[in-house]
């Protein structure tokens, strides 16, 4: 079993949609969670931290569910410049402060 | 500023052959990382570097990769005897580094890669 799941899509959405991603993690120590975002041919790009709280960035949503060790990012209003792999990724810090990726999530956002 | 440099950006090898795979991180940052991602998956962890100290190679798939920062800035990603499997992307990535602490939640910042393709 991977350490960190996702569901690999792809999600395909019209312009304006609400789309949400899912990821579990199965390392309980783990203590910090990102998504990152990758273009095709490209390198990750960090796209936002993810806090126990809650947290916001514009069309952006990403919560983090300890007990269920759960994580996801919800984006509102779709654009097609969204159109891209979504890696959701965990530190852990018994492993020094190297990230463990999923395999990432695409999303195509069509016009 | 200048972000990670990672050169060659395109590296096509004969089996058998070595290559070697240069980093240059971010100015000033203290830990630099390497990761390997195949088609289709998620960049998986190769070795880190706190300024020259090698801390964690526990990725490292074979001991035919090896991997140094002799000066605590450039990295070289060697692969020696290259094999069809090593072909992958090699993403390199650098944080800022806390002295004696682990940067938990620093941001790290990937390089454009180097795409290898073993024939």
């Known amino acids: 079993r991977k350490e960190v799941e996702q569901d690999p899509g792809p999600f395909n959405v019209p312009e304006g949609a609400t789309v949400a991603f899912n990821c579990t993690y199965s390392n309980s120590a783990s203590q910090s969670f990102f998504w990152y975002r990758q273009d095709c041919r490209k390198e990750p790009k960090l796209l936002m931290s993810v806090y126990s709280s809650g947290n916001e960035d514009g069309r952006f949503t990403a919560q983090l569910n300890r007990a269920s060790q759960y994580i996801s990012l919800l984006i509102r209003d779709s654009k097609l410049s969204d159109s891209a792999t979504y890696l959701c990724?965990?530190?852990?810090?018994?492993?020094?402060?190297?990230?463990?990726f999923g395999a990432g999530t695409i999303l195509r956002v069509k016009s | 500023g200048a972000g990670v440099s990672q050169s060659p950006r395109y590296k096509v090898a004969k089996r058998g052959q070595d290559v070697a795979l240069r980093c240059d991180p971010i100015s000033g940052h203290v830990s630099l990382f390497w990761y390997q991602q195949a088609l289709g998956q998620g960049p998986e962890f190769l070795t880190y570097?706190?300024?020259?100290?090698?801390?964690?190679k526990s990725g490292l798939p074979s001991d035919r990769f090896f991997a140094e920062r002799p000066e605590g800035s450039v990295s070289t990603l060697k692969i020696q005897r290259t094999q069809q499997e090593d072909s992958a992307v090699y993403l390199c990535?650098?944080?800022?580094?806390?002295?004696?602490?682990?940067?938990?939640?620093?941001?790290?910042?990937f390089g454009p890669g180097t795409r290898l393709l073993v024939l």
């Open positions: 990535a650098s944080s800022l580094g806390r002295e004696g602490g682990l940067g938990i939640g620093e941001t790290q910042y």
């Open positions: 990724v965990v530190m852990t810090t018994e492993y020094g402060n190297k990230l463990v």
């Open positions: 570097f706190q300024n020259e100290a090698q801390l964690d």
